[in-house]
T-cell receptor, first 115, second 113 residues
């Protein structure tokens, strides 16, 4: 079945460090890929997305490139801030018939950034 | 900013009580979802709805039930709460169209004593 595997946390970094959170997927078909972020005490919100191979999603200094050949969508940021401390979820979406889609989430990676 | 609201944000109740978690969205989305989030952060889809009078069980079996009488409203009910129901419950809507973005509420944290 379809699945998303992301880097296990927790990840702890110092402010201004470089961040990579790995995400790989298994899917039948051509999924869209997403990164969601969950700040403490809140629900999830979309961080960035890519809908086809070689697309790069970017937002708030974060980037991820849809790599079909390695079935990956790794999240990167050049210089993290304390305010980036959150849980990050990688997800894929596949068409499932009619006007419906199935969304599959990874298990989440907790990032803590220290001043 | 997402227009999806959950109440209550926090609830502490005793075993055997009936509870309803409310979820409302003002975006006109047909599709709505309930996720259970365990302490390890993983999300589990427990219910979804593709429109009024449509409800389906998700990937994780749950003793809760849902209803969808109005487009904007998707409440979740536990007839008799137990300590094993203690969790964070997240409601979401959307997930269609070109972007496929899901909009989440802030969650309801349920503690059953």
């Amino acid at each position: 079945g379809d699945s998303v595997t992301q880097m296990e946390g927790p990840v702890t970094l110092s402010e201004e460090a470089f961040l990579t959170i790995n995400c790989t997927y298994t899917a039948t078909g051509y999924p869209s890929l997403f990164w969601y972020v969950q700040y403490p005490g809140e629900g999830l919100q979309l961080l960035l997305k890519a809908t086809k191979a070689d697309d790069k999603g970017s937002n708030k200094g974060f980037e991820a490139t849809y790599r079909k050949e390695t079935t990956s969508f790794h999240l990167e940021k050049g210089s993290v801030q304390v305010s980036d401390s959150a849980v990050y979820f990688c997800a894929l979406r596949l068409y499932s018939g009619g006007s419906n889609y199935k969304l599959t989430f990874g298990k989440g990676t907790l990032l803590t950034v220290n001043p | 900013e997402a227009d999806i609201y959950q109440t209550p944000r926090y609830l502490v109740i005793g075993t055997g009580k009936k509870i309803t978690l409310e979820c409302s969205q003002t975006m006109g989305h047909d599709k709505m979802y309930w996720y259970q989030q365990d302490p390890g952060m993983e999300l589990h889809l427990i219910h979804y709805s593709y429109g009024v009078n449509s409800t389906e069980k998700g990937d994780l079996s749950s003793e809760s039930t849902v209803s969808r009488i109005r487009t904007e409203h998707f409440p979740l009910t536990l007839e008799s709460a137990r300590p094993s129901h203690t969790s964070q419950y997240l409601c979401a809507s959307g997930g269609t169209g070109a972007t496929g973005e899901l909009f989440f509420g802030e969650g309801s944290r349920l503690t059953v004593l």
